[in-house]
């Protein structure tokens, strides 16, 4: 029996039930489980961590049973022993079966994560401690009701996300939006009723904490006249802050209208992100 932690989360024990490569440099895993039936989501950049099996093991070991004592429990297990935690976005819920899918970024060379994704396969069990309520504290796309136009950027790392918001807008919304890959292969066809012109900026990027590709071609960029804009901006950390700064001081958007989140950090594992409490 599966532990609650501290609503509107829990953990939640899954098996891979089969995996898809979208591109050189993603891979869709889709997990199933009983527990899913207890799994809610209304956002779609909806934040999960998820605890893959420590190199070596077959299961992940996470003391699920210690209830809110899991953490220092998990912390204080050996390192060749402890699950491996990475933060992960919700790409899809599906119901009858219930299923969720999770696309993960393939490095070179590879992290933890990102190998045990290149080589899941059906059965592989993972732990998820993700919301038993649709809408929760982990969601931070949230535009207001009033918002005439809504500008999207992601990094690799934010594709995932940002493409499950993408095809999520309404008819009549409009959108302007830029979606940062490493290679032409891993473009995706998003289908979306909104009118939502996406460009895709192609090209690796390992010596800086942004793309200047993305900084020319957002700076360049003619965004529609708008009264009240929405702006989501996610990735690496020091681009995010450096994309933030442009809308709100170049292009003087409302700083309350701009939801801006760093999924990771250049040089930094998140391991010691943790350990720096960020």
């Given at each position: 029996?599966?532990t609650?932690?501290?609503?509107?989360?829990?953990?939640?024990?899954l098996?891979?039930?089969?995996?898809?490569?979208?591109?050189?440099?993603?891979?869709?895993?889709t997990?199933?489980?009983?527990?899913?039936r207890?799994?809610?989501?209304?956002?779609?950049?909806?934040?999960?961590?998820?605890?893959?099996?420590?190199?070596?093991?077959?299961?992940?070991?996470?003391?699920?049973e210690?209830g809110d004592?899991?953490w220092?429990?998990?912390?204080?297990?050996?390192?060749?022993?402890?699950?491996?935690?990475?933060?992960?976005?919700?790409?899809s819920?599906?119901?009858?079966?219930?299923?969720?899918?999770?696309?993960?970024?393939?490095?070179?060379?590879?992290?933890p994560?990102?190998?045990?994704?290149?080589?899941?396969?059906?059965?592989?069990?993972?732990?998820?401690?993700?919301?038993?309520?649709?809408?929760?504290?982990?969601?931070?796309?949230?535009?207001?009701e009033?918002?005439?136009?809504?500008?999207?950027?992601?990094?690799?790392?934010a594709?995932?996300?940002?493409?499950?918001?993408?095809?999520?807008?309404?008819?009549?919304?409009?959108?302007?939006?830029?979606?940062?890959?490493?290679?032409?292969?891993?473009i995706q066809?998003?289908?979306?009723?909104?009118?939502?012109?996406?460009?895709?900026?192609?090209?690796?990027n390992?010596?800086?904490?942004?793309?200047?590709?993305?900084?020319?071609?957002?700076?360049?960029?003619?965004?529609?006249?708008?009264?009240?804009p929405?702006?989501?901006?996610?990735?690496?950390?020091?681009?995010?802050k450096?994309?933030?700064?442009?809308?709100?001081?170049?292009?003087?958007?409302?700083?309350r209208?701009?939801?801006?989140v760093?999924y990771?950090?250049?040089?930094?594992?998140?391991?010691?992100?943790?350990?720096?409490?960020?």
């Open positions: 029996m599966t609650a932690i501290a609503a509107p989360f829990r953990f939640f024990s098996h891979v039930a089969r995996t898809r490569r979208l591109g050189p440099s993603l891979v869709r895993v997990f199933a489980g009983e527990d899913l207890h799994f809610f989501s209304d956002g779609r950049d909806q934040s999960l961590s998820l605890f893959i099996p420590a190199e070596g093991q077959s299961e992940p070991r996470v003391p699920v210690l004592g899991w220092q429990g998990w912390r204080e297990l050996p390192d060749d022993v402890r699950a491996v935690m990475r933060s992960y976005t919700l790409r819920l599906r119901r009858n079966p219930d299923e969720i899918d999770i696309d993960f970024v393939l490095h070179e060379p590879a992290g994560a990102s190998r045990w994704a290149a080589q899941a396969g059906p059965g592989d069990r993972v732990f998820l401690l993700g919301p038993a309520i649709a809408d929760n504290r982990a969601i931070r796309f949230r535009p207001p009033d918002t005439d136009l809504v500008v999207i950027w992601g990094d690799e790392t594709v995932p996300a940002a493409s499950a918001i993408v095809e999520s807008l309404p008819a009549g919304t409009r959108a302007r939006v830029w979606l940062e890959v490493p290679h032409s292969g891993d066809d998003l289908v979306t009723e909104a009118d939502a012109e996406i460009t895709w900026i192609v090209g690796e390992e010596s800086s904490e942004c793309s200047p590709m993305a900084l020319d071609a957002i700076r360049a960029a003619q965004l529609p006249s708008a009264e009240r929405y702006v989501w901006i996610a990735g690496e950390s020091g681009c995010v450096e994309l933030r700064r442009h809308f709100v001081r170049e292009r003087e958007v409302d700083r209208r701009v939801t801006f760093g990771w950090r250049q040089g930094l594992t998140e391991e010691q992100l943790r350990e720096r409490g960020e």
